[in-house]
């Protein structure tokens, strides 16, 4: 017959395995996807402002871009 226990202090948890070693599967936190994804929103946009002869709103975009960049670190 099986036994079923209603208090949670007979409840064992055991890990199952070593956590990673540091440096290794590191989790991506939801902000770094996000400034990862506007620096490569803002680098295709500087290419087709550049083809489009729009340097000066390039120049712009590309700050942009740098701006975010700076925020990955």
Do not use: K
């Amino acid at each position: 017959m099986l036994a079923v226990t209603r208090n949670l202090s007979d409840l064992t948890f055991e890990p199952q395995a070593a956590p990673p070693v540091d440096g290794q599967n590191r989790a991506v936190d939801l902000a770094r996807i996000g400034w990862l994804s506007v620096v490569i929103a803002c680098v295709i946009a500087v290419v087709i402002l550049l083809l489009q002869g729009y340097y000066g709103y390039a120049g712009v975009t590309f700050a942009v871009a740098a701006s975010a960049g700076i925020n990955l670190r």
